[in-house]
Structures are given as C-alpha cells and as structure tokens.
C-alpha cells in the first residue's frame, strides 16, 4: 500500500514559472502510489490554463476515484471569495482533492474556518517574497476506500499558515474523522513541524522526513498521520521518499506501507 501527499502549487514549475499538464501527470504517474491527497489544486483556474489538475492527476494514476474539493472561488493572491455551493462551481476555483485506485465508499467534506488575521508569508517566485496576506478558508475531503485489506479512511487537507490557527484547525480535522472507519489516515500540508504536528493531533506521523523548499527542503510541512486507533491495521512502514520532480516548491511526500491481509 502507498500513500503519498503533494503541495502541487497548482502545477507551477519553479525552473520557468509555467504550468503544463504534461509535467503534472508525469510527476504524478511517477509516484505509482494507490492514494494520493493533493493541495494548492487548480479548476477552470487561467493561472493554470484552465486545467482540470485534479483530472489530470486521476488519469496519470489510472485511479477511478477522485473528488476536488473548493476552498474558494477565484484566484488565491489576487481575488476571491470563500466557497459556498455548488453554484459557486461555474467560476475558478482553488481547492484539495483526493485520488484513489481504490474505490470509494464514501465521501466526507468538512469546512475549516479561516484565520480572522493577516500574517506574514513568503511567496516564491519573480513578483514575490514576504506578504502580509489574508487566510483562506480551509477543508478536510475524507474517503472510506475499499482497500484490499478491508475498508479503510483516508484523509487530506491544507491547513493555515497561522500559527495557533492551524492547531485548530487540525483538532477540528481529527474530530471529523473520529466517527469514520479505522484505520484512519490524515494527508496533508498542515504548514506545522513534525513536533507540534504529533503533540496537538494525538495521532503517529508515518514518516519524518524534510519537504519544502524542493530544490534542498529544510523542514517537513507535509505529513502522513494515522489515529493510533487500529493502526495496527496499516502494518509497518517498509519506505519513505521526498522524489524530486519537476512542479512545486514542496517535494511530495510518500510511505510504503505493507499491511496485513484482511480475514
């Protein structure tokens, strides 16, 4: 079983700048994973050619199951609005997403309020650098997967870059998981440290290992957790990879699990 979380800062190269579906799907394909969270994902976005990144995603996975899930509407950085309803869905829209091999037997999407602050981040890239930016609303997509070894959830999301404020944020991701079938697992850019991540969430990191920046990460951003609660379930961890590829300022993080076969 592999799982594997991305930043893919909607499918931006950090060599020119552009955004292409083919580095995407070959930056994906390449992963081989079974599950795959996504964040910083891109829909009908002209920043990113209007690509379907989610889409593109699902096919170079040859997964049949996928859902994007909206944070907000329009362009984060320039303007937006938070997500309200699916008829909000016409327009551009940024957001996580969740891809799976496996199929799906149900879907769990949960709002996660913004921080009320604006706070210092660094933008990378020509035109960027340290901004006082605005928070996003934020949104935790959650999947019971028919896996082989049995049923199983899988989680993804993105948390804030506000300190304090994506604690929150994380407690309240773990409480909408807690009534979802075990073993339970959380994807995601939680924008926290390994340390803080174990501390305030309760559950074990699967892996401990430096992402971002991807030319040389210096700190790990992106995490893989599993509720201590059936983990046993999950079986060992056989591998860890940060690979580089060819989009994004974070490198994805993947696990090679190898869990027991189910009764």
Known sequence: MRLATFNL???????????????VAAAVADLDVDVLGLQEVDRAQPRSGLLDLTAIAAEAMGAPAHRFAAAVVGTPGEKWQPWRSD???????????????????????????????????????????LMMLKDEPRVLIAAVIDAPT??????????????????????????????????????????????????????????????????????????????????????????????????SDHRPLVVHLDPPPAD
């Open 87 to 129: 008829d909000d869905n016409a327009h551009p829209l940024y957001g996580i997403a969740l891809v799976s091999r496996w199929p799906v037997l149900r879907w769990q999407i949960t709002q996660l309020p913004a921080a009320p602050v604006r706070s210092p981040v660094w933008i990378p890239g020509p035109g960027g650098g």
């Open 150 to 247: 049995g049923p199983m959830t899988v989680a993804n999301t993105h948390l804030s870059f506000v300190p304090g404020w994506n604690v929150r944020q994380l407690r309240a991701a773990v409480r909408a998981l807690r009534g979802l079938p075990a073993p339970r697992v959380l994807l995601g850019d939680l924008n926290m440290p390994s340390g803080p991540v174990r501390a305030f969430s309760g559950w074990r990191p699967l892996a401990r290992k430096a992402t971002y920046p991807s030319p040389a990460p210096r700190a790990q951003l992106d995490h893989i957790l599993a509720d201590p609660r059936g983990a046993g379930l999950l079986g060992p961890v056989l591998q860890v990879r940060t690979p580089a590829v060819g989009v």
């Open 9 to 23: 800062l909607h499918g931006r190269s950090l060599s020119d700048g552009n955004v292409h579906a083919d580095r």
